[in-house]
């Protein structure tokens, strides 16, 4: 091989090992090849279980391309048997040089010779190279046809050329095999993250739909930037990286108890102990009026007042938020005792229930909401132990930091905006739009996605979020579905 064949064939590999499109690498492998020796026509095959398939098909002086992003290719696979030239090089591991594939009595080109009468083509000289990697297993084959002279004539392939073509198989082959690792890797990333999803589904339904509501907004809201041609771009690695990001952002309510992520009121199944007491209460009030020992107008009275109460209680207890006088007169019923069958003074709510129904806004109570929201830190020591590749090893800290403000009102570390980049400002806000137009949440009812932008710019105005974000994943519409 000589210095200038040397230099190109390094230039090549440079070019092979830079290229991260696959159809783009596929296709680039066959026009080095076809360029270096100088051809006109080129098939490109890779192994598969049932043979050879078809994966770029080229013919410069008709213009042909098929394959990849060039079209698809229907012609079948051609299968592992040594009367074919192709798979004669894949099962010996040996090139092979054709001058006239016309005269040629040991192969069967009935197919070519069949493609030429249906094209107008005239196939004549090959070369027929194996493609295996840096550990010896077959890839594929490269098939090149019709060397052509200074002046466009069809010859024999160089034999100079066949050095020079081995290597450049052997460097796409090692190309292939190293994509196709990545594509591994990615499909394990892929696999693992349906896991964790599938885990979330089985415990909480509406948790894996917020998940996957989530991507697609993200997804659509990415392809609105790339379609309107925003400076914000996203390449490849870093879409690949948020949308991991947010499939992975509540991997952490795995560890947090149901009775906390479910619960859909204040008191929750305690409304049944409360029920019970104030039957029990009745049924004393009843055994005192027997024996004598209350009149029947302070059983009416008493009856009245646990009537009033239930009912307030049972109104608190699934509102939405509670006013100040909801709020004092649950203060009130919690001071009220009544005496058990052994005459103890017993108090119409434990201090539990009171805590629980005194919960002004949503229903968990502070200890609740404490374990809810560990589930944040918990995302990030679950992905901290996954050893993400290069490429994605933001996926954690992002995921991580869906409920921090830019404010530093967020929480688990009350981070501030110069630590949060714009991808972990965009899951934020994907977040809490999500919530708040969930329709399967047991706990609330779903707003309508103007009312939910309105409370969305009602944070961005405190503070909280980023209103350029906000801006744009409003005029995105993300949230509407594509027909």
């Known amino acids: 091989m000589t210095s200038e064949q040397t230099k190109k064939l390094i230039d090549i590999c440079l070019?092979?090992?830079?290229?991260?499109?696959?159809?783009a690498l596929l296709s680039h492998i066959l026009d080095t090849a076809m360029d270096v020796t100088g051809?006109?026509?080129?098939?490109?095959?890779?192994?598969?279980?049932?043979?050879?398939?078809?994966?770029?098909?080229?013919?410069?002086?008709?213009?042909?391309?098929?394959g990849g992003h060039d079209g698809p290719i229907t012609l079948p696979p051609v299968p592992m048997d040594k009367s074919y030239v192709c798979a004669w090089a894949a099962i010996t591991g040996q090139s092979i040089s054709v001058k006239d594939v016309h005269t040629d009595t040991h192969f069967d080109f009935t197919g070519s010779i069949r493609y030429d009468a249906m094209t107008g083509y005239r196939?004549?000289?090959m070369l027929v190279m194996p493609m295996t990697d840096d550990a010896g297993?077959?890839?594929?084959v490269m098939q090149l046809i019709n060397a052509l002279d200074g002046s466009g004539q069809i010859v024999a392939f160089d034999d100079e050329m066949e050095e020079l073509v081995r290597a450049i198989s052997s460097q796409a082959a090692i190309s292939i095999t190293n994509m196709q690792y990545a594509e591994q890797v990615t499909a394990l990333l892929d696999s693992l993250v349906g896991a964790l999803s599938a885990a979330i589904d089985a415990r909480t339904p509406y948790n894996a739909n917020h998940t996957r509501n989530m991507v697609r907004y993200g997804s659509a809201f990415l392809d609105w930037l790339e379609d309107t041609g925003s400076g914000w771009r996203f390449d490849t690695d870093k879409r690949r990286t948020f949308l991991l990001s947010?499939?992975?952002?509540?991997?952490?309510?795995?560890?947090?108890?149901?009775?906390?992520?479910d619960k859909a009121t204040r008191l929750g199944p305690a409304v049944d102990d409360v029920r019970e007491r104030f039957r029990v209460m009745a049924l004393l009030d009843r055994i005192a009026a027997l024996e004598g020992r209350i009149d029947g107008d302070a059983r009416e009275e008493n009856d009245r007042l646990r009537a009033s109460a239930l009912e307030l209680i049972e109104r608190v207890n699934t509102a939405g938020f509670v006013p100040d006088g909801d709020a004092a007169a649950i203060d009130e019923i919690a001071s009220r005792t009544y005496a058990d069958e052994n005459g103890a003074s017993l108090p119409w709510l434990t201090e539990a229930e009171h805590t629980s129904l005194s919960v002004r806004k949503g229903t968990l109570t502070a200890a609740e909401r404490e374990i809810m929201e560990s589930h944040v830190t918990v995302t990030g020591d679950i992905l901290d132990k996954v050893r993400f590749p290069r490429s994605y090893t933001d996926v954690p800290g992002w995921a991580a930091a869906h409920h921090?403000?830019?404010?530093?009102?967020?929480?688990?570390?009350?981070?501030t905006?110069?630590?949060?980049?714009?991808?972990?400002?965009?899951?934020?806000?994907?977040?809490?739009?999500?919530?708040?137009?969930?329709?399967?949440?047991?706990y609330k009812k779903p707003m309508p996605p103007e009312r939910a932008l309105d409370i969305l710019h009602s944070m961005a105005e405190e503070g909280s979020i980023d209103p350029e974000?906000?801006?744009?994943?409003?005029?995105?519409?993300?949230?509407?579905?594509k027909v």
């Open 15 to 23: 070019a092979l090992s830079s290229e991260r499109d696959r159809e």
């Open 39 to 66: 051809c006109d026509a080129g098939t490109l095959y890779l192994l598969e279980d049932d043979g050879l398939h078809f994966t770029r098909m080229v013919t410069r002086s008709q213009n042909i391309r098929q």
């Open 123 to 125: 196939t004549k000289s």
């Open 137 to 140: 297993r077959l890839i594929g």
């Open 246 to 261: 947010v499939w992975l952002h509540d991997v952490g309510k795995l560890a947090v108890p149901l009775e906390v992520m």
């Open 404 to 415: 921090e403000y830019i404010n530093g009102k967020g929480y688990p570390r009350h981070l």
């Open 417 to 442: 905006g110069e630590d949060l980049p714009p991808e972990v400002r965009l899951l934020t806000i994907l977040d809490v739009f999500e919530a708040l137009t969930a329709r399967d949440r047991p």
């Open 469 to 481: 974000i906000l801006d744009m994943f409003e005029k995105s519409k993300a949230w509407e579905e």
